[in-house]
């Protein structure tokens, strides 16, 4: 019934949202229900992929035979992710990872305080993507998502260059049915030779184009 067209290739996924904790009870984190990610991994498993997830907190269940290895930290993902890249052919990060974490996490819950200002001190991640665009292996094709609220095609445009990605799925998380939570998409695929815009559509359709733009390049080569 489906084709399998993935057959022999190893996909890597990263998804959902990461966790910066300030203590053990608070943290800061990004709006993502993981439902992206997750479609991706179900449609290249149904294309005869052998797949992992590198997962935030979700709360989603899939196949099986869906290796999913759970982290909470930007940290923690992009220890997973250095470790195991190496092995995959085609990487989608669609996670969205917290872009800066607290300076330091408090071993106990932080007590309120007689002021009524706090500050907290943020440095920044490490950049997961980028590290796997500059340290790409041969054949590896990677896949960025690029959020935005404004300037998306240029943000984009500039994200495919900077991360050494090979197609940056863009959306803006503004627009009504697309982003987060929500089952449905729309996006616009952006890569060195185009610009295709699609109309809105469920993430799973989304995952399929995104597969399918991925074999031309496979193709390719
Ligand atoms: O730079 P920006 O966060 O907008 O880029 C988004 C893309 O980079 C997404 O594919 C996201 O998963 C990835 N990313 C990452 N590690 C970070 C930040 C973003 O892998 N620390």
């Known amino acids: 019934l489906c084709s399998q067209d993935l057959a022999g290739k190893k996909v890597l996924i990263t998804a959902g949202p990461t966790r910066e904790y300030l203590d053990p009870i608070r943290f800061i984190s990004n709006r993502s229900s993981g439902k992206m ?17 590198v997962s935030g907190p979700v709360n989603i ?12 930290t930007a940290s923690q993902m992009y220890q997973k992710v250095k ?10 990060f669609s996670a969205a990872v917290a872009d800066y974490r607290p300076k330091t996490t408090n071993e106990h819950k932080i007590k309120k305080e007689n002021k009524d200002e706090l500050a907290i001190e943020l440095v ?19 896949v960025g998502f690029s959020a935005e609220t404004e300037n998306v095609l240029e943000n984009s445009q500039k994200k495919l260059e900077a991360k050494n990605a090979d197609l940056i799925v863009a959306n803006n998380v503004l627009e009504e ?18 610009v295709e815009n699609l109309p809105k559509m469920s ?19």
């Open 37 to 53: 990610g997750f479609a991706l991994a179900e449609e290249a498993y149904k294309r005869g992929a052998q797949v992992t997830i």
């Open 61 to 72: 269940n899939t196949y099986a035979d869906i290796e999913i290895i759970h982290v909470q």
């Open 83 to 92: 470790d195991i890249y190496a092995q995959y052919d085609i990487l989608i």
């Open 124 to 142: 920044k991640n490490p950049d997961i993507l980028k590290f796997v665009g500059e340290n790409k292996k041969p054949g590896q094709i990677i």
């Open 177 to 194: 049915g697309a982003g987060f939570d929500v089952d449905t998409n729309i996006v616009t695929l952006i890569s060195k030779e185009k």
């Open 203 to 221: 993430k799973s359709e989304v995952a399929k184009r995104i597969f399918d733009h991925v074999l031309t390049y496979l193709c390719k080569m």
